[in-house]
Nanobody, 124 residues
Framework: QVQLVESGGGLVQAGGSLRLSCAAS????????MGWFRQAPGEERRFVAGINWSGSRTYYGDSVKGRFTISRDNAKNTVYLQMNSLKPEDTAVYYCAAKSGRYSDIRTTAIDCWGQGTQVTVSS
């Protein structure tokens, strides 16, 4: 089981960029599919982006396609979310997620581990 710690959240103006990082403990990071979800106040947690074990396959929620990029560095046990052209509606707590299985689809399978979340606020 991995443990996940997010960082990189903050306050940014609309049109700006942020990069979130998620550092994982443990020696089995490369055996996990990884992803990001977000939750705005009063709303349910929603899928943002996912990546397979090697980074060869990435997939995104419709609202972030073309603006966000997920990547991972298995040597550093870290997954990233580069967020560009941010909009006020991107404001949320962003959670890192891990699912065992190199080719697991993180949208459709139960998550094994969640991070504690990092706040992203986009001002208009």
């Amino acid at each position: 089981q991995v443990q996940l710690v997010e960082s990189g959240g903050g306050l940014v103006q609309a049109g700006g960029s942020l990069r979130l990082s998620c550092a994982a403990s443990g020696r089995t990071f490369s055996s996990y599919a990884m992803g990001w979800f977000r939750q705005a106040p009063g709303e349910e947690r929603r899928f943002v982006a996912g990546i397979n074990w090697s980074g060869s396959r990435t997939y995104y929620g419709d609202s972030v396609k073309g603006r966000f990029t997920i990547s991972r560095d298995n040597a550093k046990n870290t997954v990233y979310l580069q967020m560009n052209s941010l909009k006020p509606e991107d404001t949320a707590v962003y959670y890192c997620a891990a699912k065992s299985g190199r080719y697991s689809d993180i949208r459709t399978t139960a998550i094994d581990c969640w991070g504690q979340g990092t706040q992203v606020t986009v001002s208009s």
